[in-house]
């Protein structure tokens, strides 16, 4: 069983800087993609940012310039460093992960999402 685990959320003074983290642990299977999404009450779960196994990288305008997502296959672990963190940027971010799944036959994707972590951002 593939589970997602998160850390790093957590209450910041804007301005201020957070790395947030997710491991995929199990066996049997690749990463295609590892992702943070975010979602405050109410609204939709919006893409942070997304990274392929191969280091391509995909930004939400709104944080271009100031998130950096990076990959370690080895550890099937995703980071996410956060800078110039705003109050808009307050929410549940989770972690999302596009796994090729080689204990179904024929191999095929799954997707898997973390339970979420907290991000405040006091202004």
């Known amino acids: 069983q593939v589970q997602l685990v998160e850390s790093g959320g957590g209450l910041v003074q804007a301005g201020g800087s957070l790395r947030l983290s997710c491991a995929a642990s199990?066996?049997?299977?690749?990463?295609?993609?590892m992702g943070w999404y975010r979602q405050d009450p109410g609204k939709r779960r919006e893409l942070v940012a997304a990274?392929?196994?191969?280091?391509?990288?995909n930004y939400a305008d709104s944080v271009k310039g100031r998130f950096t997502i990076s990959i370690d296959n080895a550890f099937n672990t995703v980071y996410m460093q956060m800078h110039s963190l705003k109050p808009e940027d307050t929410a549940v971010y989770y972690c999302n992960a596009l796994l090729l799944d080689y204990r179904s036959s024929p191999p095929s994707d799954y997707d898997y999402w973390g339970q979420g972590t907290q991000v405040t951002v006091s202004s």
């Open positions: 199990g066996s049997g299977f690749s990463i295609k993609t």
């Open positions: 990274i392929t196994s191969g280091g391509s990288t």
